[in-house]
């Protein structure tokens, strides 16, 4: 058979290295920019913003340190103010998604470049996908203009990283390597980085785990986290990010956390319509349940295993099950509403993954 598939590379710009934190300022300049206004949320720590803040100097023109889950209006509309307010002609957050998800509306609504610093395992810095929730919906768009122009990996930043706060945002960012094998823009290319991604957080979440000062297995879980943003961005989305996100929006549940309860029962909705992409992963993973040893993985690292243990109502579940299925009309791995809604069912309880 003749390949036949379209990949467009992202202009992002990398800097990777123990210390890097140091090396904002340059890149600042390096745009030719000079009022920043620094994010910070999530897994900032104080300690960071602070050495953040010395290493800009006069550059800070102002700081938004309130940065809040799946980009709240309200939240949104008032770190946008405040970027006028300040002058502000360049965006630098440092955190975990939540940080660079704010720092990205504001970047759109304001055309101003950004410079990520991720703090945990998201892997968001790596696309030009924004999100913003209003009234309990969650609206996701893609834009160039959100897409970092620099992101900047420093692994000292994660030293000490909360067990369940590791797993989970790894988690997450393993939906992202995964989604890449059956989503509509899956091709060769992003199914390679996939595969490394999902197999270097495979190897490195137990170790930080396991000791939340391994140095080493932070830096590569990062090198993982930019491969899966990588995924994402090129791949695009499918049934587990499109769930993530109704459910997320629509009732607040932790983000990453989210991704970790649905991810095995996505993979067993899609299971019998990809089964090139679930052998893939059955290979990654050395089983021949990939849902099951997922739901394992879940179990062993931690996390919670059913949505019901992070705040969903039961009595939401149609209306959850019915924003999915209008989300997915197109999607050829998406059977029907019964079958989303029996996978949110599963997902609600704890269940073991079916198929």
């Not at 889950?69 to 955190?95: F, I, K």
């Not at 609504?109 to 913003?132: C, F, K, N, Q, V």
């Not at 394992?296 to 295993?305: A, E, F, Q, V, W």
Request: glycine letters at 10%.
């Amino acid at each position: 058979m003749t390949l036949d598939f379209i990949w467009t590379a992202l202009p992002a710009r990398v800097v990777f290295a123990t210390g890097a934190l140091l090396r904002v300022a340059d890149e600042v300049d390096r745009l030719g920019v000079s009022r920043v206004l620094v994010i910070g949320g999530g897994a900032a720590r104080s300690n960071a913003l602070a050495r953040l803040r010395d290493g800009l100097g006069a550059r800070v023109a102002g700081e938004i340190a309130d940065a809040a889950q799946h980009v709240p209006g309200q939240v949104a509309e008032a770190a946008v103010a405040t970027a006028g307010r300040v002058r502000a002609d360049v965006v630098v957050t440092l955190g975990g998604g939540s940080a660079t998800g704010l720092g990205k509306v504001v970047a759109l609504e304001r055309d101003l470049p950004i410079i990520a610093i991720p703090t945990t395992y998201a892997g968001s810095e790596m696309t030009p996908i924004w999100g913003r929730t209003t009234d309990g919906v969650k609206q996701t768009g893609l834009d160039a203009r959100v897409l970092p122009r620099t992101v900047i990996y420093d692994p000292e930043l994660c030293l000490g990283m909360p067990p369940r706060l590791a797993t989970a945002s790894g988690l997450n960012a393993l939906a992202h390597c995964v989604e890449a094998f059956w989503s509509a823009g899956s091709n060769p290319v992003t199914s390679s980085l996939g595969d490394e991604g999902a197999r270097r957080l495979l190897e490195g979440l137990p170790r930080v785990v396991a000791d939340s000062r391994d140095l080493d297995a932070h830096a590569s879980n990062l090198v993982g986290a930019c491969l899966a943003g990588m995924c994402l961005a090129q791949a695009g989305t499918g049934i587990h990010h499109r769930t993530c996100h109704v459910l997320g929006g629509g009732w607040s549940l932790p983000h990453a956390e989210t991704h970790a309860v649905v991810l095995p029962h996505a993979i067993a909705l899609v299971a019998p319509r990809a089964p090139a992409a679930i052998g893939r992963l059955a290979g990654l993973l050395d089983s021949g349940s990939p849902p099951q040893a997922l739901f394992d993985l879940t179990t062993r690292l931690g996390l919670p295993s059913s949505l019901e243990a992070i705040g969903m109502p039961e009595d939401a579940l149609d209306n959850a099950a019915q924003r999915v299925m209008a989300a997915s009309r197109d999607d050829p791995v998406v059977p029907d509403f019964e079958a989303v809604r029996a996978m949110l069912d599963d997902a609600f309880f704890g269940l073991v993954p079916r198929g």
